[in-house]
């Protein structure tokens, strides 16, 4: 961990001029992110504008054995965009154009700092729109790089089902093109899907192709409270079982309900609640909230309360997005331990009753809220950054969140990724699995300089 | 190219008695698919049963420096099972359990050996069914070693989307086990995907973890015949860009449809046909149909006939599925140079056009057939086998064919996938990324011993 050879400041300068900095708070910006790790900040930022940009820092890195670490928006909850082995945060923002829309094959190709709500207002009039919204407005690249997904998960896919093609830049500074716009093909290894999760340790994205999908001609959403947590999930575990092509399925427990409404300025009733959105014709819409209603019902729901007006439902999802914020807002100045894990849906209702007694025998506040209609949920574990003891205590609360998914057959992330936080996980969901991912790491990052330390254990470079 | 070792061969004896063998038919069925390509014999073919025999099977290969090509039931068309370079076919038959089915969870375990028809023969009752149907009853180790999709695939997906996990027996003898039960997961490098369409040369699969789907409340089926083949794909185009969940969408030309009658015993008009399947609850289906009939009657296409009994919708379909055997029948004693594109949507009917306008020219005889939903579609170029000019002109038309599609923003294979035949293919349409996966593939096959001469280009071993 040194600061930046001479040589290669001089090269930078020279090359990107204002686009390239040292400045201590551009560098803790840059090495910083929404996880509670503690900062680590790069030795400098470059703010490429093309590819063939992108190529020049890759070799002049390279050629000084410097590390580089992809930088989106920040919003990454593990860690991915600390510069722990130092080196250059490469801030793709400005690589934020739409390249193309094609509305008839519905695909847009976009660069890597294109964020999603400005690619969903580029799609304004086109009757089609970009569903995966991870809780921020986060980058295209950084989605695609840690295979994000959100609430429309459940009927749209994730990242790895949305992202049609690549362009990565390889750490020998090699351009290469994964995938294409048709809808399937078996030409060759998936390196598509190979980039897509890799959190910028196998090459940098350049640039991404994303499948989009029609504007719903009608949408309906609804919040259904429930007297217990159990019966919730229940009623979500036999929506997903009856085939009902829901679009969205959202828990959230009491106390998160209550943080939304302090946050959010809402009136939701303060007790476990669901979520949902139905898309399809107004006919499919209507009979989808139908059957939903009916298994609500029989599990003990309260009568839906239905968010009609289109402002009324952005409000709502609005509030659904912010539960981050909302959490963090109930214990003022703390940061959160997070965790998101994801399990089979028969398994759900064991795993959020669990983590609910872990959380209770904590003595921490610990709202749950989750994607459970794929079997997904996270906790965020609120900890007083200057109390090492509450810390401390919230890691090992996550830590049996996580043991306790993986024993029931899921995994320990659902949406966050790997970075930092979670490279333990991984060797204990994939054993050997991981010495193969350190493989075709070695075999694709031979120096070890794309963002090293995240995903696989690695050596310091 | 060389006989196998004759320690080998004591061991193999000693290990598998009758369970492996030398003889001269079963290595001819071993050398031999359903493409064009000329056999190439194995030199021995061992019946393994579980993941343990794999792991020795491997570990004796390797030793003796000798290939080993999994084999399914052989119904591949791009010459992925020959031999080429000799070694052991490795038939996965006797591998053919259900593990496990998860009807909760909408998964089920399989051993690879197991086919497609036998996986929902073991469903019924289960109120689930796997969707995913190439021609042949393939086996689903095979059809996950070449990505197989199929009819359903525009609802569905292919297997790319329905594997959720895999284990794998690697080069070195390590077995791994990727990806999980969990419906999303973004723990580390998506190694499940690099394996879907890997065609057995990054490893044996031994286990297949599936995705199932609820079978559908409702389902009708029709046939609509057509002016022309661009009145047609105008029908399938505006159908997909409306967002209609159509299940299948197909189209046969005339000449299949030729074909078909004569094969099945079928009566269907002989015009430019297309075959849907709507799957939903009644009032869904009757509104997707409502719609579909709507776009087709715009477009010039004649009344609908309604399959509306489950046997008559089986008749339907297996005929469907026949087009192969049914078009190899129009010239007695001919094979098929087939080829599999697929391409964006927008991109379509310009393919076909013209891949029917290069037909003409050719003079030959060769039935269009396709999953155009997908964009996908398949030419079965028949050929005299004793004719060299003739599979040269076959080839020649082949070339041209994918070559469009190549221009237009598509792939070189849809769901057949590369084997021997489109090594060049795939050159041409991933460039610098094939020499990434010749990377990957020396990462995890050092000897080069995991069916060589397949996908990348390689030297002999």
């Given at each position: 961990?040194?600061?930046?050879?001479?040589?290669?400041?001089?090269?930078?300068?020279?090359?990107?001029g204002?686009?390239?900095?040292?400045?201590?708070?551009?560098?803790?910006?840059?090495?910083?992110?929404?996880?509670?790790?503690?900062?680590?900040?790069?030795?400098?930022?470059?703010?490429?504008?093309?590819?063939?940009?992108?190529v020049?820092?890759?070799?002049?890195?390279?050629?000084?054995?410097?590390?580089?670490i992809?930088?989106?928006?920040?919003?990454?909850?593990?860690?991915?965009?600390?510069?722990t082995?130092?080196?250059?945060?490469?801030?793709m923002?400005?690589?934020?154009?739409?390249?193309?829309?094609?509305?008839?094959?519905?695909?847009?190709?976009?660069?890597?700092?294109?964020?999603?709500?400005a690619?969903?207002?580029?799609?304004?009039?086109?009757?089609?729109?970009?569903?995966?919204?991870?809780?921020?407005?986060?980058?295209?690249?950084?989605?695609?790089?840690?295979?994000?997904?959100?609430?429309?998960?459940?009927?749209?896919?994730?990242?790895?089902?949305?992202?049609?093609?690549?362009?990565?830049v390889?750490a020998?500074?090699?351009?290469?093109?994964?995938?294409?716009?048709?809808?399937?093909?078996?030409?060759g290894?998936d390196?598509?899907?190979?980039?897509?999760?890799?959190?910028?340790?196998?090459?940098?994205?350049?640039?991404?192709?994303?499948?989009?999908?029609?504007?719903?001609?009608?949408?309906?959403?609804a919040?259904?409270?429930?007297?217990?947590?159990?019966?919730?999930?229940?009623t979500?575990?036999?929506?997903?079982?009856?085939?009902?092509?829901?679009?969205?399925?959202?828990?959230?427990?009491?106390?998160?309900?209550?943080?939304?409404?302090?946050?959010?300025?809402?009136?939701?009733?303060?007790?476990?609640m669901?979520?949902f959105?139905?898309?399809?014709?107004?006919?499919?819409?209507?009979?989808?909230?139908?059957?939903?209603?009916?298994?609500?019902?029989?599990?003990?729901?309260?009568?839906f309360?239905?968010?009609?007006?289109?402002?009324?439902?952005?409000?709502?999802?609005?509030?659904?997005?912010?539960?981050?914020?909302?959490?963090l807002?109930?214990?003022?100045?703390?940061?959160?331990?997070?965790?998101?894990?994801?399990?089979?849906?028969?398994?759900?209702?064991?795993?959020?009753?669990?983590?609910?007694?872990?959380?209770?025998?904590?003595?921490?506040?610990?709202?749950?809220?989750?994607?459970?209609?794929?079997?997904?949920?996270?906790?965020?574990?609120?900890?007083?950054?200057?109390?090492?003891?509450?810390?401390?205590?919230?890691?090992?609360?996550?830590?049996?969140?996580?043991?306790?998914?993986?024993?029931?057959?899921?995994?320990?992330?659902?949406?966050?990724?790997?970075?930092?936080?979670?490279?333990?996980?991984?060797?204990?969901?994939?054993?050997?699995?991981?010495?193969?991912?350190?493989?075709?790491?070695?075999?694709?990052?031979?120096l070890?300089l794309?963002?090293?330390?995240?995903?696989?254990?690695?050596?310091?470079?």
């Open positions: 961990m040194s600061a930046l050879p001479e040589t290669l400041v001089q090269q930078l300068a020279q090359h990107f204002k686009r390239f900095s040292t400045a201590e708070a551009i560098r803790t910006h840059h090495g910083h992110d929404e996880s509670h790790f503690p900062d680590a900040l790069p030795d400098g930022v470059v703010w490429p504008h093309s590819t063939a940009e992108v020049d820092i890759v070799n002049l890195c390279r050629a000084h054995r410097v590390p580089l992809p930088f989106g928006v920040g919003s990454s909850l593990e860690g991915h965009v600390l510069a082995h130092g080196g250059i945060s490469l801030d923002s400005e690589m934020n154009q739409v390249l193309a829309i094609h509305a008839e094959d519905m695909d847009a190709v976009v660069q890597p700092g294109l964020t999603r709500k690619l969903n207002a580029a799609l304004h009039g086109s009757g089609l729109f970009f569903p995966i919204d991870p809780g921020a407005d986060a980058s295209l690249g950084g989605m695609t790089a840690t295979r994000a997904s959100g609430t429309n998960a459940v009927r749209y896919g994730t990242m790895r089902e949305n992202v049609l093609a690549l362009e990565v390889l020998d500074g090699r351009v290469i093109r994964t995938g294409g716009r048709a809808r399937k093909s078996s030409a290894y390196l598509t899907r190979l980039f897509v999760g890799s959190e910028g340790t196998l090459g940098v994205i350049t640039e991404v192709t994303v499948r989009l999908h029609p504007l719903p001609e009608a949408v309906s959403a919040t259904c409270s429930f007297p217990d947590v159990a019966s919730a999930v229940q979500v575990i036999q929506t997903i079982q009856l085939g009902v092509p829901v679009a969205r399925i959202e828990l959230l427990d009491a106390l998160t309900v209550h943080s939304v409404n302090r946050f959010s300025k809402t009136s939701l009733r303060e007790a476990p669901l979520v959105e139905f898309h399809g014709s107004p006919a499919s819409v209507e009979e989808q909230a139908q059957t939903v209603q009916e298994l609500a019902r029989d599990n003990g729901g309260e009568d309360e239905w968010a009609t007006r289109p402002e009324d439902r952005t409000r709502l999802w609005q509030a659904r997005h912010d539960v981050y914020f909302a959490g807002n109930l214990q003022p100045g703390c940061r959160a331990v997070t965790t998101d894990v994801c399990v089979p849906i028969s398994r759900l209702a064991e795993a959020i009753a669990g983590t609910q007694q872990d959380i209770a025998d904590s003595g921490l506040t610990a709202p749950v809220v989750g994607h459970v209609g794929d079997g997904n949920f996270h906790v965020l574990i609120l900890t007083d950054p200057d109390n090492p003891d509450q810390i401390a205590r919230a890691e090992a609360l996550g830590r049996r969140i996580v043991e306790r998914a993986l024993a029931l057959d899921g995994t320990c992330t659902g949406e966050h990724g790997i970075g930092l936080g979670k490279r333990d996980f991984l060797v204990a969901e994939h054993g050997e699995g991981v010495a193969v991912m350190v493989s075709l790491k070695a075999a694709l990052d031979p070890n794309m963002n090293p330390g995240k995903i696989v254990p690695t050596t310091d470079c």
